[in-house]
């Protein structure tokens, strides 16, 4: 990400209607989806820690802010899920909702 966009992203991340809403969706699947107990989890790309933050309802919640070597980022998180582990990807579905904020980012499509 550029570091010249961080403080937009960060307020962005926390304020707007679209991460509010994606983090609410999330958070429901996730409350229908997980056994009770404590878990474990990875977020991947954890970016301002908005989602982590809200993650450790479930549990223990770690992020890890993907790099250059997204293959290696994924075989860590296979490995540090464990026998029974879920991983949860969320991508943008559709290229017409993108804006300037995705091509910073630098998203990839499903």
């Known amino acids: 990400m550029d570091p010249a966009y961080i403080a937009v992203h960060l307020e962005e991340d926390r304020d707007h ?6 983090r609410a ?17 990875l977020e991947l790309g954890c ?5 982590l933050e809200a ?3 479930f549990g223990e919640a770690v992020g890890m802010e993907a790099d ?22 969320t991508v943008s579905a559709y290229r017409w909702l993108w804006s300037g904020h995705d091509a910073v980012l630098g998203p990839v499509s499903r």
């Open 55 to 57: 993650l450790a309802e």
């Open 68 to 89: 250059e070597t997204l293959a290696a980022a994924v075989r860590a998180a296979h490995a540090a899920l464990g026998p029974g582990g879920t991983l949860v990807a």
């Open 17 to 22: 209607w679209w991460f509010r809403g994606r």
């Open 25 to 41: 969706v999330l958070l429901a699947v996730l409350r229908r989806v997980l056994p009770p107990g404590d878990h474990r989890l």
């Open 47 to 51: 970016g301002s820690g908005n989602v």
